[in-house]
């Protein structure tokens, strides 16, 4: 199985590459998604109220969105985070896999450092215009959305990172040709 990370700063269209290549056939895992369900964990909520007391009485939405605020803010509080959830996350990309066999998985990674153990890195580009537009269009206010940029790579240090690097502000047309092509050359790289 050929494992393929899609990573990029926030906005800048990995979902929908995900969702291209879900159209086309491939399974595409959404690290994001399993670190939402591994935070629904017991064991995960309660190490969150002990770091967090403040969030400990609040539903899971509104806890989610405070604990959020914090970990964009404070890059102790992230790493703390990140260090919590991504052992779960890991585990859970594992099992899918596992249950999912196929000959090439897509696993969306937000976390530049989380795409070192991947046959392929895929870096997803786009101006910092059209990512803050489209965080807006998601509810995130401006605050939240420097908070959450900055505590990320750089998109040149994303692109350091890659082995291919596709447009995520290419009109339809072109994305999906971007999209077709890096299947080819996936294809052409695991078999050589």
């Given at each position: ?31 994001d ?34 604990l ?74 401006v ?26 502000s ?7 040709k ?15």
């Open positions: 199985m050929v494992k393929v990370s899609i990573s990029g700063g926030i906005g800048s269209g990995k979902s929908r590459l995900g969702s291209l290549l879900t159209n086309l056939g491939f399974q595409v895992i959404d690290a998604l399993l670190a939402k369900n591994c935070l629904d964990l017991v064991t995960m909520k309660n190490a969150v109220h002990k770091k967090f007391p403040e969030l400990a009485d609040l539903d899971d939405l509104t806890m989610r969105k405070k959020a605020a914090i970990v964009f803010s404070d890059k102790l509080a992230l790493r703390w985070l990140e260090d919590l959830i991504h052992p779960c996350v890991q585990d859970e990309i594992i099992q899918f896999t596992k249950n999912y066999p196929t000959e090439v998985v897509f696993i969306e990674v937000p976390v530049l450092a989380a795409t070192k153990d991947y046959d392929f890195r895929v870096v997803v580009t786009a101006p910092m215009e059209l990512r803050i537009a489209r965080l807006k269009q998601r509810g995130l206010d605050l939240d959305i420097f908070n959450r940029i900055s505590s990320q790579p750089t998109q040149e240090e994303f692109i350091a990172s890659a082995d291919f690097v596709v447009d995520g290419a009109e339809d047309v072109e994305f999906e971007a999209g077709l092509q890096l299947i080819a050359q996936i294809n052409q790289g695991s078999h050589e």
